[in-house]
């Protein structure tokens, strides 16, 4: 992909990832726009961060069903021309026929090392299994809940003095440059995904980037 990516960004609420991204294409770090902040939540604080033009927001219960929300959310998200649908604290599951739609450019962030810990509570249930480590994901969304394939992890020690608070904001602290790291490979056009399949410079891969990996992959 060349030129400037075009990202929208899918959020419920706070939008510090979001912001992470703005920060980063403001400092020249990401060749991207942020075309569009879409929400289940009207009043998400994610929304305050872009202008007014480049958001949208509709409760799910104003609409027939999930089928009719996520038709309207998906026609809107279509109309801002997206090159990459970034899941950035989307607190829905998302159906079958919204994936298919934004097949291969849709990615999510996900406060754990999948596959461990899908689903909601992940700091918590990671102190409650006495995980030695713990961290968050970048993966390709696919129907079925944070089970898509692994692009890239940022890992963080679990302490014995962690709470759930503690150990999400260490978390917190890599899921920004790992989103970054990953959307500037998925930016460069380097990595690809085809049926849950992922491929780095057209050579299939196996095992998720470590950010470290990711970021010395941007400089090559
Ligand atoms: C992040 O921890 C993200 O991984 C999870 O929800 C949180 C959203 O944070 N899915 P923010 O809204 O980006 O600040």
Known sequence: MTGCTRIAVLASGRGSNLQAILDAIAQGQLQAEVVGVFSDRPDAEALQRMPAPRRWAAAPRDFADRAAYESALGDAVAASAPDWIVCAGYMRI?????????????????????????????HARALEAGDAEHGASVHFVVPELDAGAVLAQARVPVLPTDTPQTLAARVLGVEHPLLIASLQLLASGRVTEQDGQLQLDGHPFFSPLALDSARMLQAS
């Open 94 to 122: 998302l159906g079958a026929a919204f994936v298919a739609r934004f097949d291969g450019r849709l990615v999510n962030i996900h406060p754990s090392l999948l596959p461990r810990h899908k689903g909601l509570h992940t």
